[in-house]
């Protein structure tokens, strides 16, 4: 009998709709959740576990994927995501991410693309 592969839980934090399209394409067979600011993300993360959680650092308001970083450094072990990827123009925004979550376990990726965005063009994930 032959398994079937698991549908992963992803959550795409990401405040900038062509991004949004493009991860949306590439992710288009997880159960994907999509929270566009801070807010949403506490609130996604609050109402159940991700396998990937997709974090971009610039989100358009006060708060940005850094504040979002250190709230998920507070989660149980056993709710934190298993794997985020940092996809961001800013590097330092990224690294900034990145560090806090290694520091707790969490497997890191950073994706970095440059500014402006192109569309047609695959700059991340």
């Known amino acids: 009998m032959t398994k079937c592969p698991q549908v992963r839980r992803v959550l795409v934090v990401e405040n900038d709709p062509d ?4 991860l949306r394409r590439r992710f288009r067979s997880a159960r994907l959740t999509v929270a566009t600011g801070y807010s949403d993300a506490i609130k996604a993360l609050r109402a159940c576990r991700f396998d990937v959680v997709l974090l971009d650092h610039d989100l358009g308001g006060s708060r940005n994927g850094c504040d979002v970083a250190f709230w998920m450094r507070r989660l149980p072990v056993a709710r934190r995501p298993v794997r985020v990827l940092v996809h961001s123009s800013s590097v330092r925004g990224a ?3 990145a560090t806090t979550l290694k520091w707790v376990g969490v497997r890191v990726e950073v994706r970095h693309y440059e500014q402006p965005y192109e569309p047609g063009r695959k700059p991340f994930v």
């Open 19 to 22: 991004r949004l399209a493009v």
């Open 95 to 97: 690294l900034a991410i």
